[in-house]
């Protein structure tokens, strides 16, 4: 890093342009979908693999589990 100190001084700064807002608001780049609760009983083994491959890449297993849910129903619905 440098040592250099930037001196900042009063007087214009020359000419001033607004710019239009043209990001998309937070709510428009995470696209959610309605997700109904459920209860699920699973084995231990299918359990327990889900949240060691989870564990692995940083992700809840609950998420694996319905991506998981979510693409058989999106093949199934293509037969």
């Known amino acids: 890093m440098s040592n250099r100190t930037v001196k900042y001084t009063a007087g214009e700064i020359g000419r001033v342009r607004v710019i ?3 990001l998309p608001s ?3 780049l995470v696209p959610r979908e309605d997700h109904v609760k459920v209860t699920l009983s699973l ?5 327990d693999y889900f949240k060691r491959e989870a564990k692995k890449r940083r992700v809840p297993y609950q998420r694996m589990i319905r991506s998981l849910v979510d693409m058989y129903a999106e093949k199934q619905e293509g037969k």
């Open 20 to 22: 239009e807002d043209f």
């Open 43 to 47: 084995s231990k083994r299918s359990l």
């Open 26 to 28: 937070p709510d428009a």
